[in-house]
């Protein structure tokens, strides 16, 4: 059962525009919400995060918007550049240690 | 800055041997955390320690065990290798535990059983 879903498996966006990645979850006691990126052979690197108490946070180029009604969240990325390329994990956690990850979105900024 | 230190990178091993993968956290931080993750799929939660005890556990099989020393150093011991353990096993490091703080991640130890 996937308590956190991410239902684009890839997204292609030119750089300069707005890169738009979309997380669903089910879990509602799910209060924690990060985003990570994650380049082919390297760990994921920790992106920006969100407590439920929120509905946006916003670091730089990076905000992340969360409709806990919905059981959704967004990380926008403006403007997209190509050293965005990567894949994007969304992860929940709900008051434990353990982060429950996305399956994933593989962003490619074409220039 | 200081990353989370993941040894070996690559390990290849044969079915029903032995494993152990080791994790340094960032410097000063106390919790650990380990993750599996398979081909194609989203990385697992197996278990964490915080200040030297276990504090989570999760789909971790009996087979595997792991602790995490007085430096703050953790390694993942895995017995009775089988094939399905093949995957990329992350180590993450936090200051402090629980969800505000966020976890960066290892550049993990890719396990291959044959």
């Known amino acids: 059962d996937q308590q956190v879903k991410q239902n684009s498996p890839s997204l292609s966006v030119q750089e300069g525009r707005i890169s738009i990645l979309n997380c669903d979850y089910t879990?509602?006691?799910?209060?924690?919400f990060l985003w990570y990126k994650k380049y082919p052979a390297e760990g994921p690197t920790f992106l920006i995060s969100?407590?439920?108490?929120?509905d946006k946070n916003e670091d730089g180029r990076f905000t992340v918007f969360l409709n806990k009604s919905a059981k959704h969240l967004s990380l926008h990325i403006v403007p997209s550049q190509p050293g965005d390329s990567a894949v994007y994990f969304c992860?929940?956690?709900?008051?434990?240690?353990?982060?429950?990850f996305g399956t994933g979105t593989r962003l490619q900024v074409f220039p | 800055a200081a990353g989370v230190i993941q040894s070996p990178r690559h390990l290849i091993k044969e079915k029903r041997e032995t494993a152990t993968l080791k994790c340094y956290p960032i410097?000063?931080?106390?919790?650990v955390y380990w993750y599996q993750q398979g081909p194609g799929q989203d990385p697992q939660f197996l278990i964490s320690?915080?200040?030297?005890?276990?504090?989570d556990k999760g789909s971790i099989p009996d087979r595997f065990s792991a602790q995490q020393f007085s430096d703050y150093h953790s390694e993942l011991n895995m017995s009775s290798l089988e094939l399905g353990d093949s995957a990329l096993y992350f180590c993450?490091?936090?200051?402090?535990?629980?969800?505000?703080?966020?976890?960066?991640f290892g550049p993990g130890t890719r396990l291959t059983v044959t």
């Open positions: 879990n509602s006691m799910f209060d924690y």
């Open positions: 320690f915080y200040e030297k005890m276990q504090s």
């Open positions: 993450a490091s936090s200051l402090g535990r629980g969800d505000i703080y966020e976890q960066y």
């Open positions: 410097p000063r931080h106390d919790t």
């Open positions: 992860a929940a956690s709900a008051n434990t240690d353990k982060l429950i």
């Open positions: 969100i407590s439920s108490i929120k």
